[in-house]
């Protein structure tokens, strides 16, 4: 369709406007075009290893798919529940079919919505890809890499818990430095009352002469006495 087909129809011309707000491109080829086809690229990486931009594409069948997301294209329309039905045999032994019993089982699968006019489609697809790819990939960073809610949240965790368990031991580091100095004094003073002791039952029976060179070791450091 490119920009001249966004002109034929008010509601085509709102779809456009709200495309160049969100840096969305038309990039159908006439081939694309003239099959009905309409094809968006969006301002937006994908979580694919290819890390292309996200590629949306409306087709005439009724479908929406994400083109460049997967292995292969993928499915964007709602889903309903839809009954069906299937004939009851009898089997024999070998599981081998007999007869039908008359009967009918049913089971619910999902079948998608198609959206059978155009305009319904780009709406649609305005809209999914406001919430899917715009709003849900808000933490989109400038390079195209993709980071989840979640991971987010637990790298704030994590780097919160590793802060609080680093200032945590900051502080047991400064307790047991504190009492290493606090046991240090307590040992030195009582060494240096023991000597004071030594030394005044020494003087009080005339024997500082020889005691001249008289020292201590103290924590690996020689303290000279008298």
Known sequence: MNRKGYTSDPRYSKVLDDMDLLGITDISTTRQSDNGTIVWRLPVRNSWRNGKLIEIASFKSGMVRNQNSAYSNYQLNKCKSVDR?????????????????????????????????????????????????????????????????????????????????????LEQGKDRCC?????????????????????????????????????VTVNGERYKII
């Open 85 to 169: 039905y299937y004939k009851d045999y009898n089997y024999d032994d070998n599981y081998n079919v007999q007869e039908w019993t008359g009967k009918y089982n049913k089971y619910t699968c999902k079948e998608r919505i198609l959206i059978p006019i155009e305009i319904d489609r780009l709406e649609y697809m305005l809209k999914y890809c406001v919430k899917n790819y715009f709003i849900k990939r808000a933490n989109q960073v400038a390079n195209g890499d993709f980071v989840p809610k979640w991971q987010v949240e637990s790298q704030y965790k994590h780097n919160e818990a590793y802060n609080n368990g680093y200032a945590h031991g």
């Open 179 to 215: 009492q290493e100095v606090a046991d240090f004094r307590t040992e030195s003073e009582a060494k240096i009352l023991i000597l004071e002791k030594e030394i005044e039952r020494i003087t009080e029976n005339n024997y500082l002469e020889p005691l001249k060179n008289l020292s």
